[in-house]
């Protein structure tokens, strides 16, 4: 049996609660980090709460084996006196939509291979894709988890925005986010690269820009030029 505790109540913890609630092996309790007054022992405590709380709420603690679940956040970076981990899970959470662990990568480190093995048995409790990746590694993975997520949904949102400008059902675009997102399981994401900035389409792009305004021309412009020079 693996005692958990987890520290905050926002989109990770919620996921990780539901998930270790559901193996025997596991017993989790959840606090409020603003409420550390009362701290339950464990054997693991995570702590998942926002990047710029993590050092505060960690000096707080004084459990076994203390662990972030940040992607941006180095591991020397937690403020307790004891134990230092790291469980980050490289995917987008949502309360509103449910997570398959399953897929789901979990990048671990610890001050050593006793810990790390402790980590590695909580997480393929829930999941099946462990990997041992270090601070400098993780930082790397959450700048380009950044553009393929989060940048990606904004622009996302910004075809949304056009469509519905224009009166058309943004829908219409979801089998393409689907087909180029599976595209990219099979090639790289530059030879899977289409559209009218990597043909050089000089008139489509002046068409394109006149519809678009003045933000939108300029997230436009950048990202085709770095397009067409390869970066």
Do not use: W
């Not at 709380?53 to 459990?63: L, P, R």
């Not at 389409?201 to 085709?224: M, P, S």
């Amino acid at each position: 049996m693996i005692s958990v505790l987890l520290v905050g109540n926002g989109n990770v913890a919620f996921h990780l609660k539901n998930a270790f609630l559901k193996v025997d092996e596991i017993k989790v309790t959840q606090i409020n980090s603003r409420k550390l007054e009362n701290i339950p022992k464990a054997d693991i405590t995570i702590i998942a709460v926002s990047d710029d709380a993590i050092a505060d709420v960690s000096s707080k603690i004084n459990t076994n084996l203390v662990v972030h679940t940040s992607g941006a956040c180095r591991m020397n970076e937690l403020n307790n006196s004891k134990r230092k981990g790291v469980f980050y899970m490289l995917q987008t959470f949502s309360k509103e939509k449910e997570i398959d662990f399953s897929q789901v990568p979990f990048c671990l480190e610890a001050e050593n291979n006793d810990d790390y093995k402790i980590l590695e048995k909580l997480a393929k409790s829930i999941g099946k894709k462990v990997h041992q990746i270090d601070s400098k590694q993780r930082k790397a993975l959450h700048v380009s988890a950044v553009f393929v997520n989060n940048f990606t949904n904004h622009l996302y949102k910004i075809g949304n925005d056009i469509c519905e400008e224009h009166n058309v059902p943004f829908e219409i675009l979801q089998p393409l986010i689907l087909e180029t997102a599976s595209k990219i399981q099979l090639l790289s994401p530059k030879k899977a690269q289409t559209g009218p900035a990597i043909r050089n389409d000089k008139k489509t792009i002046k068409n394109h820009l006149d519809l678009l305004d003045k933000k939108q021309q300029n997230i436009y412009k950048i990202l085709t030029k770095s397009i067409q020079n390869g970066n």
